[in-house]
């Protein structure tokens, strides 16, 4: 089952999300291994970041063995303060790839 993580970085800024997603994945237009679904953008008071990956034990092993260990030792010009994270296993995944979007 698909399992679903939203993460709000309270005054959290485009370009340390820049930043911090060119540390944590393989590629400007690629996902770690297992994410699905990957989405970001402003929100009040600060940035959200949502994904998805194909399992839960897929999203521990990222979590565990890359995202916080850099977010920990800290990453040039990414986020100062660790999210604030909801997480979901989700009942429904239907994800459209809609013209000009990747």
Do not use: C, N
Not at 15 to 28: I, L
Not at 35 to 64: C, L, M, N, Y
Request: proline share 9%; charged share 15%.
């Amino acid at each position: 089952m698909a399992y679903g993580i939203v993460h709000f970085f309270p005054g959290g800024t485009k370009e340390q999300y820049e930043a911090s997603v060119a540390a944590v994945h393989p590629g400007k237009d690629s996902l770690p291994k297992g994410q699905i679904f990957h989405a970001a953008g402003p929100s009040p008071g600060g940035w959200t970041v949502v994904a998805v990956h194909e399992t839960k034990a897929s999203w521990e092993t990222f979590r565990d063995t890359i995202l916080m260990p850099l977010l920990h030792q800290g990453i040039k010009g990414g986020f100062t303060t660790p999210p604030e994270e909801t997480v979901f296993e989700t009942a429904k995944f239907v994800q459209l790839t809609p013209a000009g979007y990747r």
